[in-house]
DNA sequence: TTATTTAATGATAATAATTATCATTAAATA
DNA sequence: TATTTAATGATAATTATTATCATTAAATAA
């Protein structure tokens, strides 16, 4: 079976780049960590840990590669560091992200939520939608639950 | 009549900062330079050019209190830059954006399109929303009506 | 195969945006 | 008026990213 390796392989030899080995370990680091919005020194340390020879401008010529061509996208959270997130695969369109203002933790939504309002930029602004980028910021799951659990705490100590 | 800056003037106030001279004048600045999407750079020019004396360090400083502050938001297109929008007055959620691929323009949308999704975004990933940021990107109307142009130019040269 | 052109890499210097430092000034308060 | 505190300006420091350039690896031609 074609494994997502090859299937970037084939996506870089079709924009005539090779699949070097350091590129390839810089995929593979990408493909262990999906979900975990790695910055281009995260992704360096990382892929060091199996390839101790790679530099840094590498890595960072990888990840712009890898963006140019819409293997991975270039995230930004305002905390001044570009991060890289592999792209679905198939994906059109890019996934959302749900970071949280108390945790810090950065959820993904891979839905597409966004037709409708699609559908009405393309129409009311006469804007050819080619990407987005959507995040909301709030408070997430984890810490709902944890602030619930400790007002219903509360209520019981009051009860007392 | 209260003018936006005293009512920018009383948000400081409130959280215990005074509307220094600096501080006025940057306010001024990103008042008449509204949609205009400025860098941190681009503000202290234009304030120079009104206050000279002023330092690039306070721009950044009153940049960074502003948006603390949410009287402006820091935005970020993945140039490198962050840039600074005051907040539409009463506006609970953030504006959209328009980039555009081609002209490099961005538009602004006032409008929230996201109601629905946010709905179902603060069911379904129990994640209570404060705030959210959307951009599209692709091909803004200008570009597009001048392609449209440029395609009945070639429809017309054809039939000679 | 060997020579030669081209692409990619690693080390590191350069750049650019932002933040930290610190002495000075302005403002608020005692 | 004296004194504490906040804010500023100049500039050094930091940090992420990009550019440079000599070296190596790969692809291609002879």
Redesign the interface.
């Known amino acids: 079976m074609e494994s997502r390796i090859d299937r970037i392989k084939k996506q870089l030899h079709g924009a005539s780049y090779k699949l070097t080995p350091q590129r390839e370990a810089t995929v593979r680091v990408l493909l262990e960590n999906e979900e975990d919005h790695l910055s281009a020194e995260d992704v360096y340390l990382l892929v060091k840990e199996k390839a101790p020879e790679i530099g840094l401008a590498t890595v960072y010529r990888t990840l712009e590669l890898l963006t140019e061509l819409k293997i991975v996208d270039?995230i930004?959270f305002?905390d001044g560091v570009?991060r890289y997130d592999l792209r679905q695969e198939g994906a059109a369109h890019f996934h959302h992200h749900?970071v949280c203002?108390e945790c810090g933790a950065v959820?993904e939504?891979q839905e597409d939520?966004?037709e409708?309002?699609?559908a009405?930029?393309e129409k009311r602004?006469?804007?050819?939608?080619?990407?987005?980028?959507?995040?909301?910021?709030?408070?997430?799951?984890r810490c709902?639950?944890k602030h619930a659990a400790e007002e219903k705490n509360k209520e019981e100590k009051n009860r007392e």
Chains 1, 2 share one sequence.
């Not at 602004?125 to 799951?141: A, E, P, S, V, Y």
């Open positions: 270039k930004n305002g570009s749900l203002i959820d939504i939520l966004l409708d309002v699609e009405v930029v602004w006469n804007f050819q939608i080619k990407d987005h980028r959507l995040t909301f910021h709030g408070i997430c799951w709902n639950e």
